[in-house]
């Protein structure tokens, strides 16, 4: 199972981003999908999961209110648009397909990943 993650990039505190995960429809179309991030020397952390049909999103308190999960099972992707960006946000972004429909906040709940997405952002 490949997933391509995209849409990193280089911006400024305060910008915005969208990022973007393709997945086969056939093995996420059924599954929560989430994205998870890693900054150097820190350990990978959950950002955001959706349910396999959007209708359930979790997100991590530290992107509340500043980042939406939203999917298109029609086209097999999921996005992680990101507003208000700050510095303490600048990691490598994984999406990943979970194990089950609503997916959970621990790594051990996803069964595929994608390959990461740099994300920097400066003050």
């Known amino acids: 199972v490949q997933l391509q993650a995209s849409g990193g990039g280089t911006v400024q505190a305060g910008d915005s981003l969208r990022l973007s995960c393709a997945a086969a429809?056939?093995?996420?179309?059924?599954?929560?999908v989430g994205w998870f991030r890693q900054a150097p020397g820190k350990e990978r952390e959950f950002v955001a999961v959706?349910?396999?049909?959007?209708?359930?999103?979790i997100y991590a308190d530290s992107v509340k209110g500043r980042f939406t999960i939203s999917r298109d099972n029609a086209i097999g992707r999921v996005y992680l648009h990101m507003n208000s960006l700050k510095p303490e946000d600048t990691a490598v972004y994984y999406c990943?397909?979970?194990?089950?429909?609503?997916?959970?906040?621990?790594?051990?709940?996803?069964?595929?990943w994608g390959q990461g997405t740099q994300v920097t952002v400066s003050s």
């Open positions: 429809k056939r093995t996420s179309s059924n599954n929560a």
């Open positions: 959706i349910s396999w049909n959007g209708g359930s999103t």
């Open positions: 990943a397909v979970s194990r089950s429909s609503y997916g959970g906040r621990q790594s051990s709940d996803y069964r595929y």
